[in-house]
Each structure stands twice: as C-alpha cells, then as structure tokens.
C-alpha cells in the first residue's frame, strides 16, 4: 500500500535518513530537553523552545545519516546491517545525498537563526565534530565518545541562549550526557562487532569485549549520579535521591539481561534508552 501511495525513490530518501528509526533523532533531543526542564523559568513559556529544538534535532539527525553513509558508503558493503542502505545499494545516488543534505542543512540553519548571536556561534562550533565522527572508527576505539560530545551539545545551547555563558550546572548536564551516550551507543555497537573486528573498524564494543556490561554499567552509573545531583540541588528534597536511586538499582537489574552476543538484545537495549530519556525529563522537571 506504502509503495502506491509514496513513490518509492521517497521511501528510500526516508530510508537514507532513517525515518523508520525515530530512536535516534529522539536520542539527540534528550539532552536539549533535559537542559530546558532544568532551567528555572515557566515551562509554558518554553514551550515553543521544545518545538525549536524537537525541530532541529530530527533536522540535524537526518543530516548526520547521510554524512555518516557518504563517508561509510565502502566500509558499509561489508557490515551484515548496513549493507542494504540506499547509498550502499545505490538506490540514491551520492549527488541526490548531497543536494538532500544540503536541504536539511539550510533547514537547520532556519532554526539556529532563531538564536542570539553568542548561541549560534556554539552551535556552528560544533560542525567540524558532526563532520569528523564518522572518520573515528578509523582512527580511535573510541568513536562513541565523539557521538557523545555531539549529541550533548544542545545542552550547552540552551545554557549560551539562556544565560549567556555555559554554566557549571549545564556543564554537568553535558558530561552526563556524553556518559549516557557512551552507554547506549556501546550497546548499539555490540551488534557490528564481529563484523567490525572482520574489517578493522573500531569501536568501545571491539574494545571492552566481555566486559562490556560492566563498563556500560559505569556509565549509566556517572550519568544517573549526575543527574540525581542536579534535581537534588534544584529541588533540595530527599525524594529526589530516592528516586533516582531507586532508578539506578531498577537498572542494574534490568540491564544484566542484556546479551552481548546477540544483536536483538543489543538493539533492544539500544532503543530502551528513549524511556531512560523520558525518565530523565520528567525528573529534572519535576526536581
């Protein structure tokens, strides 16, 4: 019915920026989220902030797709989950890609123009490492903590619009949720590491091998410690310490029956994250 209604070079540019996966454009929401629920103001009055940001994250996202597949388009034919992708397959072509790319980048420079000058500064700096992420995998075990530093950077948006300076407290935010994505994108990794160890790619799941769950485990633990802090130092309630540790050993127990060796459990874990992120909202929003 889909491909009658869509023709179906639409759905493959829906496939290139992965609007089927919504996870991810949700997951690089988050952290602007989190940084506007932990602002003290009038929630109401944010509302069209949320939208600004809602807006610029699936923008920037979808961006960050195709760059990611333009670089990856060789390295993508030798891995079991990418090698179906539209550029992979050359359903599109790397011209389409990149007139497309352009498109999202006018969009998203539409929203950053909303912002004061010092905040779209901020948010232009953090081009080069939107850029140079996909190139990590080549270099450093470590390409999940370049996904990190660039999905936490709403954070330190809001902080610049919002008091003109990147406050210690968003600057916490931040390192929390450069430690979250660690997290969840070692877990998402965990389902390319046999390919991955097949063609030289590097990655934390190649890295910590077995001990992947404990170092996940740690992660989560300095994310959800920071944000405890955070709501407890907003709100001064006991409550709120209660809360998140209740949280925290919910976890511990949840995420012991994540399978490193199975790409279902790791993709399941993966996608799980966008509950964590809705958790995490509600906290800072309520502490």
């Not at 590491?193 to 740690?218: P, Y």
Request: glycine letters at 4%; a positive charge; hydrophobic letters at 55%.
């Amino acid at each position: 019915m889909l491909d009658i209604i869509v023709p179906k070079k639409i759905t493959y540019f829906f496939d290139l920026i992965r609007f089927d996966k919504p996870v991810g454009f949700m997951l690089l929401m988050w952290p602007c989220w989190f940084a506007l629920a932990y602002i003290p103001l009038n929630q109401v009055e944010l509302i069209h902030w949320y939208i600004y940001f809602a807006i610029g994250a699936f923008l920037m996202r979808s961006a960050g797709c195709i760059i990611n597949d333009l670089v990856d388009i060789n390295l993508d034919k030798n891995i079991e989950r990418t090698a179906l992708r539209p550029l992979t397959s050359k359903k599109i072509s790397i011209l389409e890609a990149v007139l497309l790319l352009f498109v999202l980048l006018f969009l998203s420079l539409i929203i950053l123009l909303q912002f004061q000058i010092n905040t779209i500064l901020i948010g232009l700096i953090s081009i080069p490492l939107v850029i140079f992420y996909p190139y990590m995998k080549r270099y450093t075990n470590w390409p999940q903590l370049c996904l990190g530093l660039v999905f936490s950077w709403g954070v330190l948006i809001v902080s610049m619009e919002f008091f003109n300076e990147i406050n210690l407290y968003f600057l916490l935010l931040y390192f929390a949720c450069v430690f979250w994505t660690l997290a969840y994108d070692t877990i998402y990794a965990y389902q390319d590491r046999e390919d991955d160890l097949k063609n030289n790619i590097k990655s934390t799941a190649v890295l910590f091998g077995s001990l992947g769950h404990k170092f996940v485990m740690i992660f989560y633990l300095i994310f959800f410690l920071i944000i405890g802090f955070l709501g407890y130092k907003s709100s001064g309630t006991i409550q709120s310490l209660a809360v998140i540790f209740l949280f925290i050993f919910a976890m511990i127990l949840y995420l012991n029956k994540w399978r490193l060796d199975s790409k279902n459990s790791s993709n399941y874990y993966f996608r799980f994250n966008n509950f964590i992120g809705l958790f995490c909202f509600l906290y800072l929003l309520i502490f």
